[in-house]
T-cell receptor, first 116, second 112 residues
Framework: AQSVTQLDSQVPVFEEAPVELRCNYS??????LFWYVQYPNQGLQLLLK??????LVESINGFEAEFNKSQTSFHLRKPSVHISDTAEYFC??????????????FGKGTLLTVNP | SQTIHQWPATLVQPVGSPLSLECTVE??????LYWYRQAAGRGLQLLFY??????ISSEVPQNLSASRPQDRQFILSSKKLLLSDSGFYLC???????????FGQGTRLTVV
């Protein structure tokens, strides 16, 4: 069975500082990886995804994540954060759970707080 | 384009009362549909998923049930709510099982 570990439940940073939100997964098969963002009292929005190809994927608002198969990681990074990036971030992994069935599993989330 | 509607946004219900949360998807056919519950600091817990009309899989035993009466309609129900049913409920859909999921805005349920 697959699992996702987000190593930090909370990450406080100052505006314009770099940030890294860590995500590790466990799975014995090939995976697809996702990062979602959730603003207060809203649903989750897809931030970026890795399905295949280049291991470095980018979002339109400056976030990037790199799939590292040997480290089983998919850390999210941004070189300079804004106040508006304050939100909860969820890492998710999709892997084959038997036959042709894939299952999407989420981590427990990391609350990113950007302070002025 | 595809959209997902979930209602109501907030709900306060007494213990022992019934529950019905509805979710509909527009702009796609035969979506995979999901109900998640989110508790603070515990991430998202998958409650039910459906790959087609009348096909419901339950991930965890609980006081809730789900139904899919139409292709793009997914309903979460309970006959008698418990205090522990309080939480933030999210409906989602995907093109293929385990693929990129698209979420509704969520329902904040408080059982009192």
């Amino acid at each position: 069975a697959q699992s996702v570990t987000q190593l930090d439940s909370q990450v406080p940073v100052f505006e314009e500082a770099p940030v890294e939100l860590r995500c590790n997964y466990s799975s014995s098969v090939s995976v697809y990886l996702f990062w979602y963002v959730q603003y207060p009292n809203q649903g989750l929005q897809l931030l970026l995804k890795y399905l295949s190809g280049s291991t470095l994927v980018e979002s339109i608002n400056g976030f990037e994540a790199e799939f590292n198969k040997s480290q089983t990681s998919f850390h999210l990074r941004k070189p300079s954060v804004h106040i508006s990036d304050t939100a909860e971030y969820f890492c998710a992994v999709s892997a084959n759970s038997g036959g042709s069935n894939y299952k999407l599993t989420f981590g427990k989330g990391t609350l990113l707080t950007v302070n002025p | 384009s595809q959209t997902i509607h979930q209602w109501p946004a907030t709900l306060v219900q007494p213990v022992g009362s019934p529950l019905s949360l509805e979710c509909t998807v527009e702009g796609t056919s035969n979506p995979n549909l999901y109900w998640y519950r989110q508790a603070a600091g515990r991430g998202l817990q998958l409650l039910f998923y459906s790959v087609g009309i009348g096909q419901i899989s339950s991930e965890v035993p609980q006081n809730l049930s789900a139904s899919r009466p139409q292709d793009r309609q997914f309903i979460l129900s309970s006959k008698k709510l418990l205090l522990s049913d309080s939480g933030f409920y999210l409906c989602a859909w995907s093109v293929w099982a385990g693929g990129e999921a698209f979420f509704g805005q969520g329902t904040r349920l408080t059982v009192v």
